[in-house]
């Protein structure tokens, strides 16, 4: 599919490499040139200098073979004026990036088709949700449900301490109804067999039934402390605000740091509970004098990646459990997760990862979701009528690349399926791959 998308900054370009990879014809526009000049060695795209809302510039791209329109510049004005140009035009899917919470809330579906955006996205908001379902969940590196929550994926680290180490998968009674689809060793990927086993540090990811992962949890990878839901958030930017509204809504206990006074303020005014304060969070003495030790989780989310890491390692050594970093720079997810930071994300991938979800359902596609930093994904896909795969048995079933299936929705009925479990039409299947063979897999299956 021929697609434009407009803004090529830390977003679009990581948007560009996940439809690129996907083997979709894209256009980059931008109106700085130094930000087109600095993609054309990096991406196998078309690039175009100029403004995205400019009619004359998108009918010399040419718009009549346009499948999709995604504008993710850092206004949001320009973002919603571009799609609208670009549904006049006719293009016939639109996606604008807006930041500001309160424009979207204030519209309803009739002036949202007048605007003509189909998709509005707010990176600092998805960002925000993401890690709240983390932080609900403990034991936990990431988390993903499918099947209006009944379908569960979880990703765990492997501590020293577990008792399943170096045995072979096919030796370990896992509870029914989870198979273990993913391990991810020294920054690679491995797709598991009976052979497998697991070893200190590994990240594992397990997908099936929610009660089954949940046990999974609660054998393995529990914590070794009570969980009190009390939370330090370091940062009151657009994520670090949202995050503390969405963690007082759902019971933690919150205190928030900032250096900034007017943002201290701003978000003092819209929490009920929480604990502002203006101040450095380098500051030992302070961390100290507000007790930030005593909390179950420290969550950095300045725009600065070093300070986000430093105050990370410095909860760790005054005794907090669990820490979560923001980093703008995806190749340093490895790098800080191998210093012992427990959860390290980017939210610019969340944000594309989002749009390349609405991207494919066009395709079946029902849902997408990325983990570590674009090196694994699970999606969920609609079988119809017309799938080589429809009346087959799994163990008749050969899928291109490596991939897993973990659960069958029929019905709304989560199954966990076997290898005679045979795949019928308007099945949703899950399943858990490589992201270089999800465009190959989706092929196939239709």
């Known amino acids: 599919m021929k697609i434009i998308v407009v803004g090529a900054g830390k977003v679009g370009y990581s948007l560009a490499q996940r439809l690129v990879q996907d083997e979709h014809d894209v256009f980059i526009v931008d109106k700085f040139a130094e930000r087109i000049d600095n993609l054309k060695s990096s991406l196998d795209v078309n690039l175009v200098h100029g403004n995205g809302s400019d009619l004359k510039l ?9 499948g999709m329109f995604i504008s993710v510049t850092d206004s949001d004005e320009v973002n919603i004026l571009s799609c609208s140009v670009a549904k006049i035009l006719g293009i016939p899917k639109t996606i604008a990036r807006v930041r500001d919470n309160t424009m979207v809330e204030n519209m309803d579906e009739h002036l949202r088709d007048r605007l003509g955006v189909d998709l509005f996205i707010n990176p600092e908001m998805v960002t925000a949700q993401e890690l709240l379902q983390i932080l609900e969940t403990p034991g936990a590196i990431d988390v993903e449900e499918f099947g209006q929550g009944t379908v569960r994926l979880m990703e765990f680290k492997v501590h020293d301490e577990i008792s399943i180490l170096h045995q072979p998968l096919k030796e370990i009674r896992f509870p029914e109804g989870v198979l273990l689809v993913g391990i991810l060793r020294a920054g690679e990927m491995i797709i598991p067999h009976g052979d497998s086993y697991l070893e200190f540090n590994d990240n594992v990811f397990f997908l099936g039934l929610k009660e089954s992962v949940e046990e999974v949890e609660r054998t393995w990878f529990h914590n070794n402390y009570t969980y009190n839901k009390r939370a330090t958030v370091v940062g009151a930017g657009l994520i670090g605000r949202n995050l503390s509204i969405l963690l007082e809504q759902a019971g933690f206990s919150v205190k928030v740091i900032e250096k900034d006074y007017e943002r201290c303020e701003l978000l003092a005014s819209q929490l ?44 760790k050594h005054m005794g907090i459990p669990k820490t979560v ?67 087959k048995q799994l163990k008749d079933i ?25 795949v019928l039409e308007s099945d949703h299947i899950i399943m858990f791959t490589l992201p270089d063979n999800v465009n190959k897999l989706l092929k196939y299956l239709q």
């Open 58 to 66: 998108l009918q010399e791209i040419g718009v009549e073979d346009v």
């Open 398 to 422: 050969r899928l291109p690349g490596k991939a897993l299936v973990g659960v069958i929705l029929r019905n709304g009925e989560p199954i966990v399926p076997t290898g005679i479990t045979e």
């Open 272 to 315: 009920d509970k929480a604990l502002v304060i203006n101040g450095d969070a380098t500051n030992l003495e302070l961390l100290e004098a507000e007790e930030v030790g005593d909390s179950d989780v420290i969550i950095c989310l300045t725009d600065d990646d070093k300070l986000n890491l430093l105050v990370a390692l410095v909860g």
């Open 325 to 391: 970093v923001r980093v703008g720079r995806p190749e340093y997810i490895m790098l800080m997760e191998q210093v012992g930071i427990d959860v390290v994300f980017s939210p610019r991938l969340l944000t594309s990862g989002e749009i390349l979800r609405f991207v494919r359902r066009g395709e079946g596609l029902v849902s997408i979701s990325t983990f570590e930093g674009g090196k694994a994904e699970s999606i969920e896909l609609e079988i119809t009528g017309s799938s080589p795969i429809v009346g």
